[in-house]
């Protein structure tokens, strides 16, 4: 068997891949061949010279940058049937779990198989399709945002019917929910639908466009609303007592958020499990929904996939890595740079 850093390593731009000749994420500047995993901007930049990606992940680029954020798109549905050849490199994509159009990138050549995760979670999303395990890896590459066994994300339902209960409680307050724009926002609604809020959401302009875009892929989120407040007018802000507004967090911080009449602040991210960063962001209703596997999920994972090694990447790979040696594991940290995912 070959090498498997002779396939896939690590460079400042991100994974690349010597005889397929293209980047995995790349990071760091346009690269004339980019494999996107998802949408969020620090694994999907624009300028690339072609991006093959699943159709869902290119219509998010597009619509996030604009219709020329690559000079040749090349979509690629799921599954191994639709696999592409690159350069005598195979490449196709298996669900990720994460956000819409997500994907693991499974990359074989001479025999050896990688499977890169990019983000991904185990528990259902009505956004996305759910993360399917892929067999007969070599190596699995997976990530770690939430790699530290402190790390146990609780029930999604929960933390919805957290929100519900204040919402039905506090019936004379606007609900706040900082959501981050791709990924986030639209789960945090369907789940709402998923619980029976028929009622109108409310949304930040910068969370329209990408909520259009779920929408026309056939995701159903229900009746939004712009969260608009028009300056001079007096008493407008009191129509959204009792009501959810969902905002990208950076615009609950600033003056925007305090217009609403007796705010509630809520934060649906997975760090909200660390009480410190609730407090410091002053939110009273921290909501822990996470779009990352949890130490659980990540180490369950690794053992289904069983792969005969396995690098770890994007975020706390040090605990991951040890745990991985005490099961008898091959394992190593990959160290890339320039991940900090805008969607936890
Ligand atoms: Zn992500």
């Known amino acids: 068997m070959i090498r498997p850093d002779l396939l896939l390593h690590p460079t400042p731009k991100g994974l690349y891949c010597p005889p397929g000749d293209f980047y995995i994420d790349p990071v760091r500047g346009a690269v004339d061949r980019a494999i996107v995993t998802h949408g969020h901007a620090d694994h999907a930049r624009s300028g690339h010279g072609a991006v093959l990606a699943t159709p869902d992940t290119i219509g998010i680029m597009a619509a996030r940058y604009g219709e020329e954020f690559t000079a040749s798109r090349q979509p690629l549905e799921f599954g191994e049937k639709h696999a592409v050849d ?3 490199v195979k490449v196709w994509f298996a669900p990720a779990g994460h956000i819409l159009g997500s994907a693991q990138v499974v990359v074989e050549w001479k025999g050896l198989r990688i499977v890169n995760t990019g ?11 759910g993360f399917e395990v892929v067999n007969g890896a070599h190596v699995f590459i997976s990530e770690a ?13 929960g933390e919805i019917a957290k929100l519900l209960e204040s919402v039905r409680l506090f019936p004379a307050k606007t609900h706040l929910v900082g959501v ?24 930040h302009g910068a969370l329209k466009k990408l909520c259009e875009h779920y929408e026309s892929v056939g995701v159903k989120l229900g009746p939004l609303e712009p ?67 949890d130490w659980d999920e990540l ?6 996939v069983d792969p005969e090694e396995l690098w770890i990447t994007y975020g706390r790979e040090d605990a991951l890595v040890r745990w991985a040696e005490l099961e008898g594991r091959k394992a190593k940290p990959l160290r890339l740079v320039g991940y900090e995912d805008e969607g936890d």
């Open 119 to 129: 983000d991904y979670k185990r528990r259902p999303d009505p956004t996305c399709k």
């Open 145 to 157: 945002t939430f790699g530290l066994p402190v790390f146990k994300h609780p029930d999604d339902r």
């Open 86 to 88: 690159i350069n005598g």
């Open 227 to 293: 969260a608009t407040l028009e300056k001079g007018q007096r008493g407008q802000s009191e129509q959204f007592r009792g009501k959810i507004i969902l905002g990208p967090p950076s615009a609950f911080r600033d003056k925007w958020g305090q217009r609403f009449p007796d705010p509630v602040l809520a934060f649906a991210s997975g760090w909200m499990s660390v009480r410190q960063r609730a407090k410091q962001g002053g939110v009273e209703l921290p909501l822990i929904l996470s779009d990352h596997a």
């Open 180 to 203: 981050y724009s791709l990924g986030k926002a639209q789960r945090v609604i369907a789940l709402l639908r998923e619980a029976g809020y028929r009622d109108t959401l409310y949304i």
């Open 299 to 304: 180490t369950m994972t690794i053992q289904e």
